[in-house]
């Protein structure tokens, strides 16, 4: 009986306070990706022409490990009997993703950088929670930043 | 040393090619932080000390890249890349690898 009621007060707890914490974050996301929107991403390797010399480049990356909640946890354990899409884990991914992908600019436009080419994601899961089910996530991004040209003396 | 996720860098010509260079680091969090990790796994959100954890071990692999980079005499790590694998569930190996070239 008391394993019964340690289990719905852990999914309310889990319920509320993910829920809360997923708004917030995702409100907080969609005001930083407005901000940083000027600090454009080019995907590519090949180095675009007005790029190609002057520039000074560095390496930046973002990084952030979210957890999952108890009622997420859940939900998920629920979907693996029926199949069918794991939302609560689908918007856990796209908040790290989103989340790597700013602290990312975030470092580049503190160091003053135009653009930033060739980013690459990695995601790795870091803590195995109950049942060695997915506890939480760590999205990485990283690519290269490029610093607005310096233009040499007589040059145009 | 220059490092770039990029197969060059833009007004530099490449006059040697090293071969591959690569840095990894296992790093394990401590007894309070899996604590907390076991908390969070119940509220969710962001798990602060281990992104900086992370962070962390990811720049120190990084410098031993670089330090390997520049022991076979290069000056920039050229196409590199970032991997992270969790080795049980309680550490996680950082590894990064690039093209060790010698640039103009």
Redesign the interface.
């Known amino acids: 009986m008391s394993g019964i009621i340690t289990f719905l007060v ?1 999914l309310a ?2 319920y509320g ?2 829920q809360w ?2 708004r917030s ?1 995702y409100r907080s996301i969609r005001e930083r990706e407005q901000e940083l929107k000027d600090l454009l991403i080019i995907q590519t ?1 090949i ?1 675009p022409p007005p ?5 000074e ?3 930046v ?1 973002g ?8 009622f ?2 859940f939900v998920a354990g629920l979907r693996n009997v029926v199949g069918g899409r794991v939302t609560p884990y689908e918007t856990l991914l796209d908040r790290a993703r989103r ?1 790597a992908i700013l602290r990312m600019k975030e470092e580049a436009k503190a160091s003053g950088a135009g653009v930033i ?2 980013v ?1 994601y ?1 995601m ?7 049942r ?1 089910s997915i ?2 996530v ?1 999205a ?1 991004a ?3 930043a ?1 610093l607005p040209a310096k233009t040499m003396p007589g040059e145009h | 040393m220059m490092i770039s996720n990029l197969e060059l860098i833009p007004g530099k010509r490449i006059s040697k090619h090293l071969g591959l260079v690569q840095g990894s680091t296992v790093r394990s969090k401590h007894v309070g932080r899996d604590f907390m990790a076991g908390l969070k796994n119940i509220f969710g959100g962001e798990l602060k000390g281990y992104t900086e954890l992370l962070q962390d071990a990811r720049e120190e692999a990084v410098a031993r890249m670089v330090e390997q980079a520049s022991s076979i005499g290069a000056n920039a790590v050229l196409n590199v890349r970032f991997s992270t694998s969790s080795i049980t569930s309680g550490a996680a190996e950082l590894f990064a690898y690039g093209s060790a070239v010698v640039m103009e």
């Open positions: 852990l707890f889990g306070f993910g914490f997923e974050h390797k180095i790029f190609s010399s002057g520039h480049t560095f390496l990356n990084s952030v490990v979210i957890s999952v909640d108890y997420k946890q989340e080419l060739n690459k990695e790795c899961s870091i803590y195995k929670g109950r060695n506890g939480s760590e990485l990283y690519g290269t490029f």
